[in-house]
Structures are given as structure tokens and as C-alpha cells.
């Protein structure tokens, strides 16, 4: 299994990941699901102006790298891609990219929605939230910790 984890500013081009997959993977691949999460403009009732990522290098990669793992212990998966953006973020940008590929369709759906669930509670990043006239540390939810919980069962 091929499995790139890449944490960075830039911007990333969900196509580009796509055709450099099926470049990796040839014919062998029969199903690739992905995930993009963007920056939302709200919060609960407020307005959100902007979004602060940071992570502490080294350690970001390796927590997003066992989730990876996990997921490939799970399902027969050809290859994983995770980019994750630090940084200043403004709402609508792009955050977060998750595609996975496998021969058959319900393990790269299932492999893709677990690494998401994952990645919002055991991921080490710190996320500060701007909005007009204050700032917040956004921490993991319940709903979070409920969907990771389930894949515990």
C-alpha cells in the first residue's frame, strides 16, 4: 500500500492527486473515494472570519500516519492520501483531503470515512477560530468522539 501524508500551507488540487493516484496504481484500482472539508463561515450562531492551524512537525505526520495504518490493518487498501493545511484559512478554503483507493468500492468508502473520523480526534493539530470581535480554541466534538467511538465496536 501506498500511504502520502502531507501537512503544508499550500493550497492542494483534489484532480492532481487523483490523476497522480491512477498513475501510481494503473489498472489494479477499481474504486477511489475522497473527502475535502472546507472552512465553514459559521460557527453555532456566530460568524467565523478566519481559521488558524498549527501543528507541531514531526509529530502531526506520525499521528496522521497511524491513522493511515489503522485504516490499512481494516480494509484491502491500495493507496491513502491525507493533506492537511496549517496556517491562516479564510472561510470556503479548502483544509482537509482524504482519498483513498481499493479494488472494490465499500472498502475505500468505509477506509475514507475512518480516517476522517479519526483524524478529528487523534490528530495533533490546534485549531484557533477568528470571529469578529473574539478568538477560540475549537476542540473536537461529541458527535467526534461518538463517530470515532463507533468504529470501536
Known sequence: MTAIVRVQTEDFDVGVELVELRSRLGGQVGAV????GLVRDRHDASSV???????????TEKSLQA????AHDRWPLLDVVVVHRVGQLLP??????VQVASKHRAAAFAACEFVMDFLKT????????????AERWVESTEDDGARRQEWEC
Open 122 to 133: 487523534d490528530a495533533v493539530f490546534w485549531k484557533r477560530e477568528s470571529q469578529p470581535n
Open 92 to 97: 470556503a478554503d479548502q483544509i482537509v483531503f
Open 49 to 59: 472570519t478566519g481559521l488558524y492551524l498549527e501543528h507541531y512537525p514531526g509529530m
Open 67 to 70: 491513522i493511515v495504518e489503522q
Open 33 to 36: 473515494a475522497s473527502f475535502v
